[in-house]
């Protein structure tokens, strides 16, 4: 299959563009987008085997669900069973935006094979222009998992999408480089508090802000069974191993001595200030005190240490709090729990 890159820019007048990706999804067909997070791989979320070609294109697990992304708040009522006053106050803060709900799904809707039949439905509406134009003119619902390749990282930019999936899907909406960066945070509305399963671009105080009291991920919560059924699977992982570090220079020059010995070679993702030659490359993040700069670059650093003969990669750690949440939740597990301690 030959893969189509389309540029679209909102400049111009580019309805074609978005028509033949229309047709393409309306036929049952695959295409990857762009949201305000990362690019996504929709394909109609009422059709069975449109939906089961994405699992086919990524290599995803089959019982992993897929999020549905829609065009307007009002569609949320026709896939969810029941939308409580607590939700339509979240809808109204942060729709569109980077935040997914979970709710009891109105059942015989979506297809099975989106939901992978757990009888709840994730849904969100996306804040990108491309992506909004997209489902407006499809007037359906997408089903949408990020358009990597299973346990790779999520694509920011429509050339990762091409890296991953060149050959195994018909088209790519290019829109440029995403602006978030990392995933949409997972809220599940069926629990009572509402529990984050997944961190994200909209963070547990500015949930609780508007509703109150939430659950979040705890590190007792990660032993339990998964109820974001892809949070086992995720590992965000680039070639070489990756290992966090202390955002302090002193570590950071003896890990990267510590991984140099026997000629190995050590990639750093880091802060603007802690730059250091000592690295044989350093992708900076932008200043240590914004971890959303870091959410922005981290996708695209992790994949660019592929491009190097770097045998060990050393994530600096960010600062706990807001977007530093979510971006310490993704590097902890590209580094499978692995952290330097001097
Ligand atoms: O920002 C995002 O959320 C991106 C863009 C493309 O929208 N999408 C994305 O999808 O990250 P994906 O499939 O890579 O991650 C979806 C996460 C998984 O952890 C999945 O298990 C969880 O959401 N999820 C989806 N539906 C669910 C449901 N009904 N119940 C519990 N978790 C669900
Ligand atoms: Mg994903």
């Keep these: 299959m030959h893969t189509q890159l389309v540029k679209v820019d909102n400049h111009v007048d580019n309805d074609e563009s978005y028509q033949q990706v ?6 049952g067909e695959v295409a990857a987008f762009p949201t305000e997070t990362v690019y996504g791989l929709g394909a109609l979320a009422t059709d069975p085997e449109a939906a089961r070609k994405i699992f086919e294109a990524k290599g995803r697990p089959s019982d992993n669900p897929l999020i549905v992304h829609i065009g307007t708040k009002e569609e949320a009522g026709r896939y969810a069973a029941e939308i409580s006053e607590t939700a339509v106050r979240l809808m109204d803060a942060f729709w569109p935006g980077p935040l997914t709900l979970i709710f009891k799904e109105r059942p015989g809707v979506i297809a099975k094979s989106v939901t992978v039949g757990i009888g709840t439905v994730g849904l969100r509406m996306p804040d990108h222009p491309v992506a909004l134009r997209l489902l407006r003119m499809l007037g359906g619902p997408l ?53 984050i399963l997944r961190p994200g671009g909209i963070t547990a105080e500015m949930i609780e802000d508007v509703i109150g009291p939430v659950r979040t991920e705890t590190g007792a919560a990660e032993e339990e069974a998964p109820k974001a059924p892809g949070m086992k699977y995720m590992h965000y992982s680039p070639d ?39 690295a044989g490359w350093y ?17 695209g650093a992790l994949r660019a240490c592929d491009d190097t003969a770097a045998t ?30 001097r």
């Design 22 to 27: 229309v047709d393409c999804l309306r036929k």
């Design 143 to 195: 089903a949408a998992p990020s358009a990597n390749r299973s346990g790779k990282p999520s694509p920011t930019e429509a050339a990762h999408v091409l890296h991953d999936l060149d050959g195994k899907i018909p088209f790519i909406l290019d829109g440029g480089a995403t602006g978030v960066g990392v995933e949409s945070t997972v809220l599940d509305m069926t629990s009572v508090p509402p529990a």
């Design 240 to 278: 070489a191993p990756v290992w966090l570090v202390e955002a302090d220079e002193d570590t950071i020059r003896q890990a990267i001595r510590v991984f140099s010995k026997d000629g190995g070679k050590v990639a750093v993702i880091g802060p603007d200030e802690l730059r250091t030659d000592e």
């Design 283 to 299: 992708f900076a993040t932008g200043p240590y005190a914004d971890p959303g700069s870091l959410a922005a670059r981290l996708y």
């Design 312 to 341: 060990v990669i050393l994530a600096v750690e960010t600062p706990l709090e807001g977007m530093g949440l979510a971006v310490i939740n993704r590097l902890k597990k590209a580094a499978d729990g692995k952290r330097f301690i």
